[in-house]
């Protein structure tokens, strides 16, 4: 009898595969007390395990840089990063102290205060840095009682081909590792979309599934699984028409991304003679490889947060090494780098929660523009950063949060004063730098004509845009469904944008998620848009969908649906502008 479980959709895709359940011992962690004059002992204890585990890591970063690429490689050093984080160490030493317990006790109280903190984190990313806080010291705990292997899945089996692993988690080492060994897909009970292991799962292209509850218990060793990475479904022990419907789906998957291959070099062009340009959103090495395989023009959105996302803020030349390194990859651009946009009252260390704003609706409070606008050392480290390297390519500045003018002249004063105390150094920098704001604010949309001037470009940031719109958080699993980018509104709020932009005569892009879903792409065609972009995994079918549009048709039928209310229950708009290129 077939049996269906479902989870969080991490990294679409089809596995079929008999069940390999990893089963962990549960670390017990008792307290016991430590006698005045064995402090300092179980003190050097603590720092030796730290020290094991963090050779332990940088082995495995070594051997996952030279495996399964950079990002596994970057993800398990941001592990070896924490393991230095005072938050960890030197809180965890004074717990020793204070209270005369064991390391393990001590590690496992900080913990604990960590995880009150960061569920008080309303952005996703952040607060999703609590697995990772979870596995280190984890890992230290190990140490400490002699219960860690020196092979990462050390008792799991070398091949794992046809195989879908299911386990309670999994860290970013393991599954880099479980990768190296073959296996067609991952459940685990827990684990979030924006967690290490979730990007990473992303990166290598496994179709994972993480948040099935009771996987482990409902799923049978060696059983045969269906997993569907898109909807976020497990079927056990699959019936005859389900187990031969989704083979059907993933031979047609695989036939669909080998005619990908067939447009990679094709010049970006509608049906109607439209060039479209294709930028890739980035943030790692990997990212900006891909995105020039796959036939990217450039970056239209690279993510700063990953630099400050690591321990301490980077200072100026780390970040001004990072973002040349990402400008020589591109081969002189263009790169758009989007300023920090976090939402914490400090610009500090991420687990340096005294620093970190209590706000009951932080998506509302104090952060992107509005955080560096208060945190100035910390902006202009970054703005001296971002106008050195456009001495050496196309660099352009990108704004996140704009609500008001204000900002935008704040910002641009600040690149002035910027700007001289280069000259005055005698570092070089390019003094026509383009500046762009992000429009992810409904009340930044409907100030475009008044932004504009101020302005060399703009972009829409999907996500926000509309989970403002609708008031809704997409990733409130009670609410979600209510996160619809057809909706009337959302629509007439996009048609509002692109108007306003053309008559302004500002070049505008879509960095946001709708641009690299290809369900959407003739909708954005339709309103106007000419520069996508989007995750480098994303471009080769958004471009094929792009040769296959006339757009003059598309924005007919765009037109034909708002007169009519966009109230037919049975054709969506993106399914209205599908079948209007049916009979071309």
């Given at each position: ?45 603590l ?28 993800i ?10 005072a ?16 390391a ?10 960590l ?55 999994l ?34 292209g496994?179709?994972t599934?993480?948040g ?109 090494e ?101 000259a005055g ?61 057809q ?37 954005l ?60």
């Amino acid at each position: 009898m077939t049996l269906a479980l479902s989870g969080h959709a991490i990294e679409s895709g089809i596995a079929v595969g008999q069940a390999h359940i990893i089963q962990r011992n549960e670390l017990e962690i008792h307290e016991y007390r430590i006698e005045p004059a064995g402090i300092e002992a179980e003190v050097r204890r603590l720092d030796k395990a730290f020290a094991a585990a963090r050779k332990h890591l940088e082995s495995l970063a070594d051997q996952m840089g030279n495996s399964a690429g950079t990002t596994a490689e970057e993800i398990i050093r941001t592990h070896v990063m924490m393991l230095s984080d005072a938050a960890i160490t030197d809180l965890s030493r004074e717990r020793i102290r204070s209270k005369q317990c064991n390391a393990e006790w001590a590690l496992q109280l900080q913990l604990g205060d960590l995880l009150v903190e960061f569920r008080q984190i309303d952005d996703p990313y952040i607060a999703s840095r609590a697995d990772d806080a979870v596995q280190v010291v984890r890992m230290v705990q190990q140490f400490l009682t002699a219960e860690s292997s020196t092979e990462p899945l050390g008792l799991i089996p070398e091949r794992l081909a046809q195989t879908v692993v299911v386990a309670s988690e999994l860290t970013p080492g393991e599954l880099a590792v479980l990768r190296e060994r073959g296996i067609a897909g991952v459940v685990t009970e827990h684990g979030s979309t924006y967690s290490h292991t979730a990007i990473l799962a992303r990166s290598l292209g496994i179709p994972t599934v993480m948040g099935v509850r009771r996987g482990q218990t409902l799923i049978k060793e060696g059983e045969q699984l269906v997993l569907d990475g898109h909807y976020g479904i497990v079927f056990a022990d699959p019936e005859e028409s389900i187990l031969k419907h989704y083979l059907l789906k993933q031979a047609e998957s695989e036939r669909f991304l080998q005619s990908l291959e067939a447009v990679r070099d094709r010049p970006t062009t509608s049906l109607d003679g439209k060039r479209i340009r294709l930028m890739a959103n980035a943030e790692r090495p990997n990212d900006l490889q891909r995105a020039r395989s796959d036939g990217a023009l450039g970056v239209g959105l690279y993510r700063s947060e990953f630099l400050f996302l690591q321990g301490n803020p980077p200072g100026e030349e780390e970040q001004f090494e990072a973002y040349l390194s990402a400008l020589q990859a591109l081969e002189g651009g263009p790169l758009v780098i989007r300023t920090l946009d976090i939402g914490a009252d400090k610009g500090v260390d991420l687990l340096d929660f005294k620093n970190l704003r209590s706000n009951p609706n932080p998506a509302l409070g104090l952060r992107a523009v509005r955080l560096c606008l208060r945190e100035l050392e910390l902006f202009k480290s970054q703005l001296r950063a971002i106008l050195r390297t456009s001495a050496f390519g196309d660099v352009r500045c990108l704004i996140p949060m704009l609500t008001s003018v204000r900002e935008v002249l704040a910002v641009k004063s600040l690149l002035d004063e910027t700007r001289e105390e280069l000259a005055g150094e005698g570092l070089k920098y390019n003094p026509g730098m383009r500046l762009g704001g992000m429009i992810e604010v409904p009340a930044a949309a409907l100030a475009i004509r008044e932004l504009s001037p101020h302005l060399d470009f703009l972009s829409i940031g999907t996500n926000d845009l509309i989970q403002y719109a609708l008031a809704t958080d997409r990733v409130d699993e009670s609410v979600a469904h209510l996160y619809d980018p057809q909706h009337p509104g959302v629509i007439q709020l996009l048609l509002w944008i692109f108007k306003a932009a053309e008559e302004a005569d500002i070049p505008l892009a879509v960095c946001g998620e709708l641009a690299g879903d290809r369900r959407y792409t003739r909708l954005l065609l339709a309103l106007g848009l000419r520069e996508f972009s989007m995750q480098p995994r994303n471009l080769l079918e958004v471009k094929q969908v792009i040769l296959e549009t006339d757009i003059v048709r598309a924005r007919s039928a765009l037109q034909e649906w708002l007169q009519s209310g966009g109230n037919d229950p049975e054709s969506s708009l993106v399914n209205f502008l599908d079948n209007s290129q049916i009979d071309r």
